[in-house]
């Protein structure tokens, strides 16, 4: 506005107006008369250029791939730039979605503002289909399937999305799926699955005689966790897992064990072995010479039953030799230390609730 000051009584300007301020909107020449109190009147006038408003664009709101930028130009020729993001040069790179604006000054003093919005635009719903979380190394090559249709598979995977299992070892492998929207922007969706190695072939020892007790002896696996299956067996296993475990069963007859090698999700490989179990092997004979061989008279598997009598009896049937808790320690004397003469005699053995008898030679001849 113009002002023609205060403490007048009247003002007369040439545009028509009588008060002290008036607004202009267009060049000329102004002129106002002003009046004091005592009727004196004054004069002034002033000549009014406009300048034309600066004329400057960022251009349309622009969305941009998210790693890309974009560099924005207000043009030369201003005497000041202040940009929202503290830049005062013409130009500003811009990369992240916000609002940016910029406030230009001309020579004149005009100032000019324009603002522009960058956006990056929503992402599209990756999805790999068809990928298990594990495999095996021997399992068949899967097809996967990538989401939206369209793109590229990278990583231990063919382009085409056939995962084979066996090409690329064990272990935590990485997939991914690559897609290009139509702003030719690029989006990757990653996952990943885990390969196991087939378990090392199963080796379960050989077949085994024996009474009470066996000492397996199975190989143990270079590539995952081996373990027995006595099967119908009545047995009891020290530790399952152990190659080379005791097994230990009151029952008699054969029977196949079987040792079984496990790394999931492979399929599992197992070995068979036969094992006889007898009872007691009772011989029928022995001869303590003291050479070291056969010098004592031992019943094969009697140590499972500790509480087991033996009584032996001459041709006569006199009670020679005893013991309530026979532990294979008869050397061929009698109840009062002295050696036996060589002879037939006869041997009643009573274990486990059972009895049963039977002739033992004694017989001092070298072995």
């Known amino acids: 506005p113009l002002d023609a000051g205060a403490g007048y009584v009247g003002y007369a300007w040439n545009t028509g107006p009588v008060?002290?301020?008036i607004a202009v909107m267009a060049a000329g020449t102004y002129a106002v008369t002003v009046t004091d109190t005592n009727g004196c009147a004054g004069y002034d006038s002033i000549a009014l250029a406009l300048f034309a408003l600066p004329v400057m664009n960022l251009g349309n709101d622009t969305t941009i791939c998210a790693g890309d930028s974009v560099t924005l130009d207000a043009g030369a020729g201003f005497v000041t730039y202040l940009w929202n993001v503290g830049s005062n040069a013409s130009t500003t790179q811009i990369a992240l979605p916000a609002i940016y604006s910029l406030v230009i000054t001309d020579s004149n003093g005009c100032q000019a503002t324009d603002s522009l919005t960058l956006s990056w635009p929503p992402p599209p719903s990756l999805s790999i289909v068809n990928l298990l979380p594990i495999y095996c190394a021997s399992?068949?090559?899967?097809q996967l399937l990538g989401l939206p249709i369209g793109g590229v598979f990278v990583g231990n995977v063919a382009a085409n999305g056939l995962f084979d299992p066996s090409m690329y070892g064990s272990g935590i492998l990485g997939i991914s799926y690559q897609f290009i929207d139509s702003l030719g922007c690029l989006w990757q969706v990653d996952t990943s699955t885990v390969v196991t190695a087939p378990p090392s072939?199963?080796?379960?020892?050989?077949?085994?005689?024996?009474?009470?007790?066996?000492?397996?002896?199975?190989?143990?696996p270079i590539v995952g966790r081996g373990r027995w299956d006595s099967g119908g067996l009545n047995a009891t296993l020290s530790d399952p897992s152990d190659p080379l475990a005791t097994l230990t069963s009151a029952e008699t007859g054969s029977y196949a064990i079987v040792w079984i090698v496990e790394n999931p999700p492979c399929t599992p490989k197992?070995?068979?072995l036969w094992i006889t179990l007898e009872d007691l092997f009772i011989p029928n004979g022995f001869s303590p010479n003291g050479d070291g061989t056969n010098d004592y008279y031992v019943i094969r598997g009697i140590d499972a039953y500790p509480d087991a009598k033996v009584?032996?009896?001459?041709?006569?049937?006199?009670?020679?030799?005893?013991a309530q808790h026979y532990h294979n320690e008869w050397d061929g004397r009698n109840l009062q230390g002295e050696t036996l003469a060589d002879d037939t005699y006869y041997l009643i053995l009573e274990y486990g609730g059972k009895?049963?008898?039977?002739?033992v030679v004694l017989a001092r001849i070298a072995d």
């Open 19 to 21: 008060t002290q301020n």
């Open 139 to 142: 399992d068949p090559a899967t």
């Open 201 to 220: 072939p199963a080796q379960a020892g050989p077949d085994q005689t024996a009474t009470v007790q066996i000492q397996l002896q199975a190989t143990a």
């Open 270 to 272: 197992s070995d068979t």
């Open 311 to 322: 009584s032996i009896f001459n041709r006569w049937g006199n009670l020679v030799w005893e």
């Open 355 to 359: 009895s049963t008898n039977t002739f």
